[in-house]
């Protein structure tokens, strides 16, 4: 039912790495805290999401952290659905000690649940030590640190090939209108301007939000997140017809409405990045850097580039970001070790690991830039880190699932449907309403 936009997209299109171990001891002569090997004998069961090269990346910093403290550590893959999993584990009486929660929403399910115990003094000094703000207030619920969030993405990054921007005679747009004059120009020289995945709903999400963010503005864009504000408010609807501005001009996607309707978030990577290209940019987040290095053999920075989400209307170019936040379950079998390991993941140390493995980027300011592997991805944290509190985090994600993350219902297929026929941004503004009226009230 939930989806992963910021881990398990890169990974299901085959960061192609063997799976990591699934239970993995560390131990060495180094500790934390001064004591040598002062968990020596633990387990620390940690459960995500993540698989494939992400597992392994992740296995990584998990074995630092055994390295130091002398802990073992077992990580359990939960498949996108980690709430009805982690659920079924308390209720089992098999709780694991830490779980890394993808969605803002998720965080406060498990909070008002009651399954969350509260971040310690350590790690929340760290949190007020090296993150905006912003980061703590999504970790948090009714004023207590609950959640850290240790791996960031960065969603509002168009992809580009730039040898068919060379070849059209085009530079990076700075506005949204810019952004479709110089698609049209791209697809005047052969190929289609922009491949979108409009059979995974998550991404046209993606789109919506970026657009309104720069539009309509941060407050606008945190009262529609909460339901304050209703989606059939003005400002909804003319970020809808922003969006189908791109949706009905068949010269800008690849395929058309029904070709985008056929294309999954890996297949459009693909498109521009795959052996035989048929778009010149693909807009989603800093993800698709890896599967166009790891699937299509695309180096990062010369064969593919991004340019930030251009502004919108004379609005502030946004910045929109995913996250997943390490949380201690109370009826973990060792949740005291947990709250150590958080302590470890709150400090630059770690994020370095796993930066320098590729594919992750940290929203702690203390992690020093070099630790990433290349420029982009040290441009992408830049931005990331630099904008502060101006982050907003994806707006489905802070919604419950039944609106804001579940194929074929909601926000998800609502959106398909308006790609498929975008003639009625008011009619579809009508329909979001009804859809979130209903699952914000279950």
């Given at each position: ?15 192609a ?7 993995c ?13 002062a ?25 630092a ?29 098999n709780?694991?000690d ?8 998720v965080?406060q ?13 350590a790690?929340e ?29 960065h ?9 068919a ?5 085009v530079?990076?747009?700075a506005?949204?209108?810019a ?22 709903g ?19 864009y ?40 056929n ?22 987040g ?21 340019f930030?989400f251009?502004a ?23 949740a ?15 994020a ?54 579940t ?35 279950g």
């Amino acid at each position: 039912m939930m989806r992963r936009r910021t881990t398990l997209l890169a990974s299901c299109t085959a960061l192609a790495l063997a799976l990591g171990a699934t239970a993995c001891g560390g131990g060495g002569p180094v500790s934390a805290g001064g004591g040598d090997k002062a968990l020596s004998g633990q387990t620390v069961t940690v459960a995500g999401v993540w698989s494939g090269s992400e597992q392994k990346n992740f296995q990584k910093v998990l074995d630092a952290f055994g390295e130091k403290t002398g802990a073992k550590t077992q990580f359990v893959s939960t498949g996108d659905n980690v709430s009805t999993v982690v659920g079924s584990k308390i209720e089992g009486g098999n709780a694991p000690d830490v779980v890394m929660v993808p969605q803002v929403g998720v965080l406060q399910q498990f909070a008002k649940q009651g399954w969350l115990k509260p971040l310690s003094k350590a790690t929340e000094q760290s949190v007020d030590a090296g993150y905006a703000p912003v980061w703590k207030k999504y970790g948090s619920v009714d004023g207590t640190l609950y959640g850290l969030y240790f791996k960031a993405a960065h969603k509002s990054t168009v992809w580009y090939s730039p040898e068919a921007l060379d070849q059209a005679g085009v530079k990076p747009p700075a506005t949204y209108d810019a952004m479709l004059k110089a698609g049209r120009t791209v697809s005047d020289s052969g190929l289609a301007a922009f491949s979108v995945a409009g059979q995974d709903g998550w991404t046209l999400t993606d789109w919506f939000e970026n657009i309104y963010l720069s539009q309509a503005g941060p407050e606008k864009y945190d009262a529609l997140a909460a339901h304050k504000l209703k989606w059939t408010d003005a400002s909804v609807v003319k970020a809808l017809g922003t969006l189908g501005k791109l949706f009905k001009d068949k010269q800008l996607i690849a395929g058309g409405q029904k070709g985008a309707l056929n294309t999954d978030f890996p297949g459009s990577v693909e498109k521009v990045f795959g052996p035989e290209p048929e778009a010149g940019m693909v807009y989603e987040g800093d993800f698709v850097a890896g599967v166009a290095k790891d699937q299509f053999g695309r180096a990062i920075g010369q064969d593919a580039n991004f340019f930030p989400f251009p502004a919108v209307d004379g609005g502030k170019a946004p910045v929109v970001s995913g996250g997943d936040a390490a949380v201690v379950l109370k009826d973990g079998k060792n949740a005291k070790a947990g709250m150590e390991l958080l302590e470890y993941l709150a400090t630059p140390e770690a994020a370095a690991v796993w930066a320098k493995a590729g594919g992750f980027l940290s929203p702690n300011k203390k992690l020093d830039l070099a630790a990433y592997g290349d420029d982009v991805t040290r441009a992408t944290a830049k931005s990331l880190v630099g904008a502060g509190d101006s982050v907003r985090f994806d707006m489905s994600d802070q919604a419950p699932a039944a609106f804001g993350g579940t194929k074929g219902a909601g926000e998800w297929k609502l959106l398909q449907d308006f790609l498929r026929d975008p003639s009625n941004p008011k009619g579809t503004a009508a329909q979001l309403e009804a859809a979130a009226a209903k699952a914000y009230k279950g």
